[in-house]
């Protein structure tokens, strides 16, 4: 087989081409992002053991595995980082939570401080931490292990995020200008957990409607906000509604959502006065 019908043979067993030819480049100790490379070398034969090693890298991601952790990378905005078990596979969909907490900080020269609530592998605070390079950045996570990576992440990017380990904001303190947070909120029952269940449960579900941590840090929240400072929240496809009215209930101000590229309202926020 060449490296085209390679390509094709993982395409077949119903893979997006960007997935499979990943996993190829990967499987050949390629760099991720040179596809061009397999583009020009489709005709190269491949060994039968790169067959055998190719088919086991597909099974995995045939099995929900996410690609993410097959290769021990992701990119977020524009940062490459290393991803394993301990963290959520970061999605790009949450890039739209660092632009809109970027907008509410708009001048590079000032010195805001920010905090990221459940930062996983350090995505969110480490791209904010790299466009806004003044700002002191906190990041928390209530899981050790997630800290150990994202505290990896951010020595091998030489991003000087501190980190906390922390029930939310329970050992937090002071006043931020943002808090931004991508919590757990899949319900747990939800059907879609069934091709979850490599990531961290402790990353995925919250409670009976998947409401429970973005109550408590709505909740949490305006005691360790400036006054003007923002609470951005991303929260599921249909939970929008439910979390302006949490925002509502604690005092926040110009409450509103953002929408992703499918136009689904993905992110919420409120201001405090
Ligand atoms: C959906 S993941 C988001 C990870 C990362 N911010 C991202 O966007 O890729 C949620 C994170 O919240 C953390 N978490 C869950 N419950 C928490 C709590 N009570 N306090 C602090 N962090 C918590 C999880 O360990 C996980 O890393």
């Known amino acids: 087989m060449n490296l085209a019908q390679c390509v094709a043979h993982a395409q077949t067993l119903g893979l997006p081409r960007l997935e499979a030819q990943t996993l190829l480049l990967h499987q050949m100790g390629r760099p991720l992002h040179d596809r061009a490379w397999l583009l020009a070398h489709d005709t190269e034969a491949a060994s039968v053991a790169q067959l055998a090693s190719y088919e086991s890298l597909l099974q995995r991601r045939l099995n929900h595995e996410p690609v993410a952790y097959i290769v021990g990378r992701k990119e977020f905005f524009g940062l490459n980082l290393q991803i394993d078990d301990r963290v959520l596979d970061p999605r790009a969909d949450t890039e739209l939570l660092v632009s809109?907490?970027?907008?509410?900080?708009?001048?590079?020269?000032?010195?805001?401080?920010?905090?990221?609530?459940?930062?996983?592998?350090?995505?969110?605070?480490?791209?904010?931490?790299?466009?806004?390079?003044?700002?002191?950045?906190?990041?928390?996570?209530?899981?050790?292990?997630?800290?150990?990576?994202a505290q990896h992440n951010a020595l091998a990017l030489g991003l000087p995020v501190h980190f906390v380990q922390s029930h939310w904001l329970q050992n937090v303190s002071g006043q931020f200008h943002v808090l931004v947070s991508n919590p757990p909120y899949i319900a747990q029952h939800d059907?879609?957990?069934?091709?979850?269940?490599?990531?961290?449960?402790?990353?995925?579900?919250?409670?009976?409607?998947?409401?429970?941590?973005?109550?408590?840090?709505?909740?949490?929240?305006?005691?360790?906000?400036?006054?003007?400072?923002?609470l951005l929240l991303e929260h599921g496809w249909d939970q929008a509604a439910a979390v302006r009215?949490?925002?509502?209930?604690?005092?926040?101000?110009?409450?509103?959502?953002?929408?992703?590229?499918?136009?689904?309202?993905?992110?919420s926020g409120g201001q405090k006065k």
């Open 100 to 149: 809109w907490a970027l907008a509410c900080c708009p001048d590079p020269a000032s010195a805001p401080r920010l905090l990221d609530l459940g930062t996983g592998s350090g995505a969110i605070a480490l791209a904010l931490q790299q466009q806004r390079p003044k700002a002191e950045v906190w990041a928390v996570d209530a899981s050790d292990s997630a800290l150990g990576l």
């Open 191 to 230: 059907p879609h957990l069934a091709t979850l269940q490599h990531e961290p449960q402790q990353a995925l579900v919250s409670g009976p409607d998947g409401l429970k941590d973005l109550r408590e840090i709505i909740a949490q929240a305006p005691g360790h906000l400036h006054d003007g400072g923002w």
């Open 245 to 267: 009215t949490l925002l509502h209930e604690v005092g926040l101000t110009c409450v509103q959502s953002k929408m992703d590229l499918a136009g689904i309202e993905r992110c």
